[in-house]
C-alpha cells in the first residue's frame, strides 16, 4: 500500500487549495482515510477522517465548514478541498489509511489508529 500526497504550496489567507492523496495497492471501498498534519513546533493533529466505504466524513472542529475531503475511485485518489485557508491551517498535510476499519468514529483521528502513512505536502498560509 502507497499513499502520496500533493498539491501544497504557498497560498495568501482566505485562498483555497486542493490537495490530493494517490493510493495504490487497495481498492478505495473498504477502508478510512484520514488526513493528518503537523504544523512547526506542534503535534500531529488529525484533521479529517473519511469512509470509502459509505462516503461518511469526520472533521475536526477546527476545519469544519472549510474543509472538505472526497475520492475519486477512478482515479484511485482522495481529495482534501481547503477553503478559506488561515495561517494556522500552515502544516505538512498527510494522508494516511486504515485498512480494517471501514466507518470513521466521532472523534478526530488518532495517529494510532491508522498503519499506513505516505509523505506529506507542505502548505503555507501566508501574506
Known amino acids: 500500500v502507497q499513499l502520496q500526497a500533493s498539491g501544497g504550496g504557498l497560498v495568501q489567507p482566505g485562498s483555497s487549495k486542493r490537495l490530493s492523496c494517490a493510493v495504490s495497492g487497495l481498492i478505495l471501498d473498504a477502508h478510512t482515510i484520514g488526513w493528518f498534519r503537523e504544523a512547526p513546533g506542534k503535534e500531529r493533529e488529525g484533521v479529517v477522517c473519511f469512509s470509502t466505504t459509505d462516503n461518511s466524513t469526520y472533521y475536526t472542529d477546527s476545519v469544519k465548514g472549510r474543509f472538505t475531503v472526497f475520492k475519486d475511485s477512478a482515479r484511485d485518489t482522495v481529495y482534501l478541498q481547503m477553503n478559506d485557508l488561515k495561517p494556522e491551517d500552515t502544516a505538512v498535510y498527510y494522508c494516511?489509511?486504515?485498512?480494517?476499519?471501514?466507518?470513521?468514529?466521532?472523534?478526530?483521528?488518532?495517529?494510532?489508529?491508522?498503519?499506513?502513512w505516505g509523505l506529506g505536502t507542505q502548505v503555507t498560509v501566508s501574506s
Open positions: 494516511v489509511a486504515n485498512l480494517i476499519r471501514r466507518t470513521c468514529p466521532a472523534t478526530d483521528p488518532a495517529t494510532y489508529e491508522y498503519d499506513w
